[in-house]
């Protein structure tokens, strides 16, 4: 998986377990999508049962979180079934440009014009977008304390005794 990943599903052939869908292509590999994904979280430095435990402590959710693979350059996931089903089709939020709804789906319209059908509700994608953007708000706002910043209160004149 790169930043240049849009989703990740079951190939269905005999040569490859996954599809792994691109901005300029379509690769196929043998290892399956939840092992691409649990690999991208290693790689940007925690599994991904921390970072799926994280994020439904951080927001109450009891499955299927979204996961913050790579805050820093926007990759984010999240899984339209168990990632233990095979119909379980792994979405990349960096390059989605809008999402449409049609007959209980959700259309997904990404930045370089190729579309994806999902068998889920538009609602439902724009709440585990919801989270995803509660996320980087949660991170923002705390990185952007600044040294001494969150204590300023207890050293104030008034406190000092």
């Known amino acids: 998986m790169t930043d240049q990943t849009l989703y990740i599903r ?13 901005l300029k292509g379509t690769r196929y590999v043998m290892q399956s999508g939840q092992h691409i994904i649990e690999q991208a979280c ?5 599994s991904y049962q921390g970072r799926a435990t ?15 693979i790579n805050p ?18 792994w979405i990349v939020t960096k390059h989605i440009k809008y999402i449409d709804d049609r007959d209980k789906e ?13 068998p889920m509700s538009k609602r439902r994608v724009q ?19 600044k040294p001494g910043k969150a204590f300023a209160s207890e050293r104030s004149p008034s406190n000092v005794k």
């Open 42 to 46: 290693i790689q940007n430095g925690s």
């Open 72 to 89: 820093a350059f926007d990759l984010y996931a999240f899984a339209t079934h168990s990632p233990r089903q095979d119909q379980c089709v």
């Open 10 to 22: 079951s190939a269905h052939q005999t040569v490859a377990n996954t599809e792994v869908e691109e």
């Open 54 to 68: 994280a994020m439904q402590a951080l927001f109450k959710l009891k499955q299927n979180p979204p996961i913050p």
């Open 106 to 118: 959700a259309i997904i319209h990404y930045t370089n014009g190729k579309i994806l059908r999902i």
């Open 127 to 145: 709440r585990v977008c919801f989270y995803l953007y509660k996320y980087q708000l949660y991170f923002k706002n705390s990185f952007d304390l």
